[in-house]
């Protein structure tokens, strides 16, 4: 089994930012794909962002695009969701999905973080 716990969310004020990370460990040669995901209450869980082991493609939702980055540290399994510019509709619980494996690749979620966006 690969853990993958997420932290990092809380309250913020409209405008404000936030940093996400979410760190992988278990049995596993190397990690693939890693991405973020969240769900907002009444909807389906949306894809944020993403990237692919070597850097060279990272692609954002149309409603996060030019507000969030993110950014992987393989050698800590660590992947990073900077968050800026928040409005209210980024209230949502956000989950990050690893791909990983001995051999075949696996995805793996974590439980995922609640971030709130508020006055």
Same mark, same amino acid.
């Given at each position: 089994? /690969?853990?993958?716990?997420?932290? $990092? @969310? %809380?309250?913020?004020?409209? !405008?404000? #930012?936030?940093?996400?990370?979410?760190? +992988? &460990?278990?049995?596993?040669?190397?990690?693939?794909?890693?991405?973020?995901?969240?769900?907002?209450?009444?909807?389906?869980?949306?894809? /944020?962002?993403?990237?692919?082991? $070597? @850097? %060279?493609?990272?692609?954002? !939702?149309? #409603?996060?695009?030019?507000?969030?980055? +993110? &950014?992987?540290?393989?050698?800590?399994?660590?992947?990073?969701?900077?968050?800026?510019?928040?409005?209210?509709?980024?209230?949502?619980?956000?989950?990050?999905?690893?791909?990983? @494996?001995?051999?075949?690749?696996?995805?793996?979620?974590?439980?995922?973080?609640?971030?709130?966006?508020?006055?």
């Amino acid at each position: 089994q /690969v853990q993958v716990v997420e932290s $990092g @969310g %809380g309250l913020v004020q409209p !405008g404000g #930012s936030l940093r996400l990370s979410c760190a +992988a &460990s278990g049995s596993f040669s190397r990690i693939f794909d890693m991405r973020w995901y969240r769900q907002a209450p009444g909807k389906q869980r949306e894809l /944020v962002a993403g990237t692919t082991r $070597g @850097g %060279g493609s990272t692609d954002y !939702g149309d #409603s996060v695009k030019g507000r969030f980055n +993110a &950014s992987r540290d393989n050698s800590k399994n660590t992947l990073y969701l900077q968050m800026n510019s928040r409005i209210p509709e980024d209230t949502a619980v956000y989950y990050c999905n690893v791909l990983a @494996g001995l051999g075949v690749a696996t995805p793996y979620w974590g439980q995922g973080t609640q971030v709130t966006v508020s006055s």
